[in-house]
């Protein structure tokens, strides 16, 4: 089974989540419980929404616990400051066209978020910098055309 990396921060989410999910599943199953003491399942509107989100929920924490198990957690942190891009890392990047500065953490698949600034590890952009060097220029193919970055800084942090 291959490992899946994955940030301190993405393990920490993802736990916390299975734990709402773990303290939920009573809840459902009382709901489900106080439904089919109203009757005519068949009928029961109640009892197949508590049904329903039953199975939503045990869903969702196979997939937690399956993703937990797979997982290669990355401290960066833990890690010695070389300068160079590896998974974890917050690369801090300058449009040599344009000198707009831009910030990237490289993460795992689940945990990227653009807008916070969290790129996914398999994505165009972090491909082209993993391995790369502080003071580094690269080529990054965009859908807008191919940009050109200077590496300003990366952080372990």
């Known amino acids: 089974m291959e490992k899946v990396p994955m940030t301190v921060r993405g393990e920490k989410l993802l736990r916390d989540e ?9 809840k459902i199953t009382q709901a489900i419980a106080e439904a089919r003491e109203l009757g005519d399942l068949k009928e029961n509107a109640e009892y197949h ?9 045990e869903a969702q924490i196979r997939d937690i616990e399956y993703k937990l198990s797979v997982a290669q957690v990355i401290d960066i ?3 010695e400051n070389t300068g ?5 890392s917050t ?11 831009k910030r990237y953490q490289i ?3 689940d945990e990227a978020e653009i807008k916070a600034g969290r ?10 910098l993993i391995g790369k060097m502080e003071g580094d220029e690269v080529t990054i193919s965009t859908p807008g055309g191919d940009k050109v970055f200077e590496i300003d ?4 942090l």
Do not use: N
């Open 49 to 57: 929404a508590a049904r329903e989100e039953q199975g939503i929920c």
């Open 77 to 79: 942190a833990k890690i």
């Open 153 to 156: 800084k990366v952080d372990y």
């Open 18 to 26: 299975l734990e709402r999910l773990l303290k939920l599943r009573p």
């Open 119 to 128: 790129i996914s590890v398999s994505s165009p952009i972090a491909r082209g």
């Open 84 to 88: 160079k891009v590896i998974f974890g």
């Open 107 to 109: 993460v795992g698949d």
């Open 91 to 101: 690369v801090s990047l300058i449009d040599v066209d344009t000198d707009e500065e």
